[in-house]
């Protein structure tokens, strides 16, 4: 079956633009996370979403970064005013359910210039 | 809290050798391990993990991993190294409750030699 995709897979933006990097999940997989991949810090949880409860907003580095989840299923992961630092690949990933295992997408991997 | 340490960040090995890979972990709960191999400009694929049960845990491409309590290690092993294992390997945990998010190690990237 089709496996989480993520869009773009790869994106250029100038340092202060906006950008949206959107996560289609395993049809019937409940929950969602966002995970960030980069050099210096490795691979760092940023979101959780499960159902319709409020997201688990712990691991997000800033309040330019944000995330919402529609209708139980797309996710999109804004990040406003980019900084350099914020350049890393960006990693999808969603499970049956809050205990069975993450499947993750190929990322999107973002460069701010 | 969960914390996962992979010492080393470059591991080489011969074709054919032994592949090992160390994983020692922290957690205030009972933990759920995992062990995820990533190729270049790919997401993560899930190798193989242990959550309850049987301590041996056997994954796909030949790789096997054991849970020691005792020594809180998950660590990884394939009896015989082939080109194609040549990526990036990553131990991670989670605790049996709460929202499952993973902690990752650092990674091990794995070189081959022929």
């Known amino acids: 079956g089709a496996g989480v995709s993520q869009s773009p897979s790869n994106k250029v933006t100038e340092k202060g633009k906006d950008v949206e990097l959107r996560c289609d999940p395993i049809?019937?997989?409940?929950?969602l996370y966002w995970y960030r991949q980069s050099l210096g810090q490795g691979l760092e949880f940023l979101i959780y979403?499960?159902?319709?409860?409020?997201?688990?907003k712990s691991g997000l580095p800033s309040d330019r970064f944000s995330a919402e989840r529609t209708g139980g299923s797309v996710s999109t992961l804004t990040i406003q005013r980019t900084q350099q630092e914020d350049s890393a690949v960006y990693l999808c990933?969603?499970?049956?359910?809050?205990?069975?295992?993450?499947?993750f997408g190929p990322g999107t991997r973002l460069l701010v210039l | 809290a969960q914390s996962v340490t992979q010492l080393g960040s470059h591991v080489s090995v011969s074709e054919g050798a032994l592949v090992l890979l160390r994983c020692n972990y922290s957690?205030?709960?009972?933990?759920?391990l995992f062990w995820y191999v990533q190729y270049p400009n790919q997401g993560l694929q899930l190798l193989l993990k242990?959550?309850?049960?049987?301590?041996l845990v056997k994954g796909i491409n030949g790789f096997e991993a054991e849970f020691k309590k005792s020594e809180t290690s998950f660590h990884l092993t394939k009896p015989s190294a082939h080109m194609s294992d040549a990526a990036e390997y990553f131990c991670?945990?989670?605790?049996?409750?709460?929202?499952?998010?993973?902690?990752f190690g650092k990674g091990n990237q794995v070189v081959v030699i022929p």
């Open positions: 242990y959550t309850t049960g049987a301590t």
């Open positions: 049809s019937g997989h409940t929950a």
């Open positions: 979403f499960q159902g319709n409860s409020a997201p688990d």
């Open positions: 990933a969603s499970s049956l359910s809050v205990r069975e295992t993450q499947y």
């Open positions: 957690s205030s709960v009972p933990p759920y």
């Open positions: 991670a945990v989670t605790g049996y409750y709460g929202n499952n998010r993973l902690a």
